[in-house]
């Protein structure tokens, strides 16, 4: 099916070439959002196939077969093909959140993992460092993907989780949290979040404290359990007066 698929974009994209590529190239850097012309770094990315598509109209149908073919190769785990697919796919489609949310995630979570459990490789410390080296991947495809949409927090909330779960950067994760919290069709968590991420980082308790208690105060549906407990744990840290704290039966 995909090679059938090729072998009929190939025959579009011939015949597309043939017209004026200087009107195509000016569409497409208006299309993309790239900040600078197409150079030969862009090119080097690409099949030869693909970058003739990026210039002749055909990049979306290309980054879905590439998409395909990276799937493939996740199931096959070969990172290194992941690692490329993924690279056409988000340079082709750069508005896409989709691509450079799954290329994050299969770099920083499930490349890692295998990276960390490969057995073939007796060294503990050279799995560590493979395992880093995926993270640092995928933290480059989630930080590329939101210069690329930063209008759009899905990418913001994903870098947030990858700091608090590969990096245990609290301060960090709740810095992405927030501004995930702050754009347009945000989850209604990531606010809460944010505030969670700052009461685990030390010497910023009493600020996670007073976001965690306006939380708090604002309703019964943002008393979850949750906040409970970590409003609580800062309310013994930080020596808060009885008076001003919350119901202890409420948890």
Known sequence: MIRSVLVFL???????IKLPIERDLSATHRQLHFRDE??????????QL???AA??????IVADVLFIQAN????????GRVLLLFRQVTTLQPRAVLFWDMAAWHMAWNASAAALNDRAQPRLALRIKAQRDFFALGRDFLERGIENNPEK?????TLARLYKEKYNDHERASEFFAKAAALPGAMSYDKRFSAYELSYVEGREHQAYERLR??????ENQRLPTLITRLKFLEDKLDILDEQRINDTEN
Do not use: H, K
């Open 10 to 16: 190939i025959v579009l994209v011939f015949g597309a």
């Open 38 to 47: 197409l150079d030969l770094n862009f090119r080097e990315q690409l099949s």
């Open 50 to 52: 693909g970058f003739v």
């Open 55 to 60: 210039l002749s109209g055909f990049r979306s």
């Open 72 to 79: 493939v190769a996740w199931e096959r785990t070969e990172w």
């Open 153 to 157: 927090p899905r990418l913001y909330e």
């Open 214 to 219: 306006r939380l708090y105060d604002a309703g």
